[in-house]
């Protein structure tokens, strides 16, 4: 079995059918050409921007990738008893993941890598909602 990779995909106002709720399972890539990132088992701490929710940046939840396509990435959502407010990112992010999140726009979709240390760190302490 191979080691997952991590990626940070983060979610603006939903807008279907490009852009879906972080619940939806899908994440749409857009105009991204042939390099769709992700591979099956593959982990993505999911968050939501501003537009989307009443906190500036919050994950609720992380997607275990299932399949992709050139289009899109389908994932089984497993929420968090509580979401991870933008504070905790910030202060246990590497500091190249940390750069990574605070270049993004609040108003679009993004989606990148994020080492395991981060991943890990964030996630520390935290529940997830078994379905």
Excluded: H, Q
């Amino acid at each position: 079995m191979k080691k997952p990779a991590y990626y940070l995909a983060v979610f603006g106002k939903p807008d279907p059918p490009d852009k879906d709720t972080v619940d939806s399972g899908r994440y749409y890539l857009g105009i991204r050409g042939t390099d769709t990132p992700g591979e099956r088992g593959d982990i993505i701490l999911l968050c939501c921007t501003s537009s989307y929710s009443e906190d500036t940046i919050i994950a609720p939840g992380i997607g275990i990738v299932l399949t992709k396509n050139k289009e899109s990435i389908f994932y089984r959502y497993l929420p968090f008893s509580s979401p991870i407010s933008k504070d905790k990112i910030d202060e246990t992010f590497t500091g190249e993941d940390r750069e990574k999140l605070s270049s993004i726009k609040f108003n679009t979709y993004w989606l990148f890598d994020i080492s395991g240390e981060s991943f890990s760190n964030a996630t520390r302490g935290v529940f997830i909602n078994w379905p």
